[in-house]
């Protein structure tokens, strides 16, 4: 579960890279690549936070 994040990020920034090069598509497509990004930054984020919290107990 914890590398679902990652995969589906990863998805997203495929998906962008294929709309954005190969179709040459603007405007919303680029929601995918902010919304990868979230996840990633969330991910990181979260994971610092837990690992914090084990080294304290």
């Known amino acids: 579960m914890k ?3 990652y995969i589906i990020s990863g998805l997203f920034f495929v998906i ?4 954005f090069w190969g179709l040459h598509a603007k405007g919303p497509v680029h929601l995918l690549l902010a919304i990868a990004t979230v996840i990633i930054l969330i ?5 610092k936070q ?3 919290k084990r080294l304290q107990n």
């Not at 962008?16 to 709309?19: A, E, R």
């Open 50 to 52: 837990l690992s914090n």
């Open 3 to 5: 590398n679902l994040l």
């Open 43 to 47: 991910r990181l984020i979260f994971n």
């Open 16 to 19: 962008w890279g294929i709309l």
